[in-house]
């Protein structure tokens, strides 16, 4: 029953986008009289966006506290979170190439559908200029918008660490800044309520006016991501804890990993997983001081699962719309999209899609889509960040306490 009582609100909006597609099929273009419900749950979602993005990463760097680590742990688990992130979006990459995820070829008309208002500008602009203008804005005004994603994230990075800084002096504006991020917070779980309704209507206006090709789409995105999800729990983790230790790190991994695997099931929270996560770890045989760093960094910077939940969601836009992207690029935005997911249940990951629609200039109604994927592949996703975490710090032992570090452990 508890179980049962996590995936409420996961099984509640597959049911109302399951519900939704059934109307879509049945009523086609008369669907479309929906739209507005989904328009509104759009702009709920929408307006959200830039203070919940300037809010937790000003807190988050705000109030960070010099880890009283050493510094060949920290160096290390960097380094293992980078070569196992790459990985991660390389077999993303590898599995949406291989099979399409979804076949709509009229890119024009879905960007009309989706009332797409965006150009994209062909004037040449020196590359430097353009790396400028996307990391900067000349006026205050234009970073409270969501056309300058990546100026915004620079701006309240700068904030973030000015508040660091300033220790003591700040400590009052910290309390006020961190106040309303606890609002905002709420502010989504609010709506949240209303997501059904919003994202069954929307569902039922899209299926109405594309077909079933995109209920398919999503259903094949689905049995896929699935797939790789078991494959990549098995056999890729199955390596690292073989690199690790050898046999002993393998079985010992084996031994102790099936806790936390229920845990992330069963929460959908890599945050929620994080103590039964460092429990198993130190069973594993991994060092306290290892654990006890390595996992809450990779709950924050570390997720297999939603890196390639990104490349997915990336993908199935660019198929959508039939877009030429570079495999470099897609790479780049899936980790910087997963460093802004926050470690909670569904409402988590609304900045990272915000951020892939602006750097890939989808249409701002987009989001709906990747709302919906993050939905369908949540719980593989979850279990693939919190495992990931586990796996990573057998490699830090491996390299910080060398290859006998099981044995030293006991």
């Keep these: 029953m508890k179980i049962l009582k996590n995936y409420k609100r996961t ?62 742990i920290l160096f290390t688990t960097f380094i293992i979170f980078i070569v196992t992130s790459l990985i991660s979006a390389f077999i993303g990459i590898i599995t949406t190439k291989s099979f399409r995820l979804v076949n709509i ?42 056309d300058n994603m990546i100026a915004l994230i620079v701006f309240s990075i700068i904030i973030g ?20 991020n606890k609002v905002v917070q ?44 078991v494959l990549f729990y098995f056999i890729v983790y199955s390596i690292y804890a073989f690199i690790s230790s050898g046999k002993k790190g393998f079985i ?11 845990t992330a099931l069963a929460t959908c929270s890599s945050a929620a997983s994080i103590p039964v996560n460092i429990d198993c770890t130190k069973k594993i045989g991994v ?17 297999d699962g939603s890196i390639i939940g990104s490349v997915f969601k990336i993908m199935f836009l660019v198929y959508l719309f039939n ?31 915000a951020l892939i629609i602006s750097m ?8 709906l889509m990747l709302t919906i994927i993050a939905t369908i592949i949540d719980p593989g996703a979850t279990m693939l960040n919190v495992v990931g975490d586990s796996a990573s710090s057998m490699l830090v032992s491996r390299i910080v306490d060398g290859k006998n570090w099981i044995r030293k452990k006991k």
């Design 105 to 146: 070829n009229d890119e024009h008309n879905i960007k009309m559908i989706l009332n797409n208002q965006e150009t994209t500008n062909n004037d040449t602009v020196n590359y430097i200029d353009r790396v400028i203008n996307t990391i900067s804005t000349n006026d205050f005004s234009k970073i409270l918008s969501r």
């Design 11 to 72: 099984l509640i909006l597959l049911f109302s986008i399951i519900i939704g597609t059934i109307i879509g099929l049945i009523f086609k273009e008369k669907a479309s009289f929906l739209s507005p419900f989904g328009e509104l749950f759009l702009n709920l979602l929408l307006v959200i966006i830039v203070p919940l993005i300037f809010l937790t990463l000003t807190t988050s760097i705000g109030k960070m506290e010099n880890p009283k680590r050493i510094g060949k």
């Design 252 to 262: 010992s991994y084996w031994k102790n990993i099936l806790p936390s695997t229920i």
């Design 323 to 353: 877009s030429n992207v570079s495999t470099s690029k897609i790479i780049l935005v899936s980790l910087l999209a997963t460093l802004l997911i926050t470690a909670i249940p569904i409402g988590g990951g609304t900045i990272s899609e």
């Design 186 to 229: 709420k502010y989504i779980d609010i709506i949240m309520y209303y997501a059904p309704i919003g994202l069954g209507c929307y569902f039922a206006s899209l299926v109405g006016t594309l077909g079933g090709e995109i209920a398919i789409g999503y259903t094949k995105t689905f049995v896929i991501y699935s797939i790789v999800s």
């Design 161 to 180: 660490l000015s508040i660091n800084l300033s220790k003591d002096n700040s400590k009052q504006l910290l309390d006020i800044l961190e106040s309303a």
């Design 360 to 367: 890939f200039n989808f249409p701002a109604s987009c989001l």
């Design 287 to 303: 060092k306290d001081d290892i654990a006890n760093t390595v996992i809450p960094l990779g709950t924050n910077f570390h997720k």
